[in-house]
């Protein structure tokens, strides 16, 4: 079991970083992939980014290329979304989730989550 606390969060301002950090119990979490989801109010939650078994395998939602990246470190058990260029449209609650190697993107193929912790940007 790979199961991750999220944090981070909090209130920024449009064109701010924020760095969100996710660190995970369990001594298999080199062999997860880990990803990063957000739930805004209202709306269903979505895939942000994920980084496989092998750290330089990443995607991102397209809406977040190029501003956000994501990086694990093994011996921390840690996962890392780094966020640039915030726009209002990024405040959602975050979700760190994990899943064996592969990447994946949708919620349901992840098997653990943390709590959530919130990005709220304002205009």
């Known amino acids: 079991q790979v199961r991750p606390v999220e944090s981070g969060g909090g209130l920024v301002q449009a064109g701010d970083s924020m760095r969100l950090a996710c660190v995970a119990s369990g001594h298999l979490f080199s062999t997860y992939a880990m990803g990063w989801f957000r739930q805004a109010p209202g709306k269903e939650r979505e895939f942000v980014a994920a980084i496989g078994e092998i750290p330089r395998d990443t995607d991102y939602e397209d809406s977040v290329k190029g501003r956000f990246t994501i990086t694990r470190d093994n011996p921390k058990n840690g996962v890392y979304l780094q966020m640039s260029r915030l726009k209002p449209a990024t405040t959602a609650v975050y979700f760190c989730?994990?899943?064996?190697?592969?990447?994946?993107?949708?919620?349901?193929?992840?098997?653990?989550w943390g709590q959530g912790t919130e990005v709220t940007v304002s205009s």
């Open positions: 989730a994990s899943r064996p190697r592969e990447i994946g993107y949708q919620p349901w193929e992840y098997h653990y």
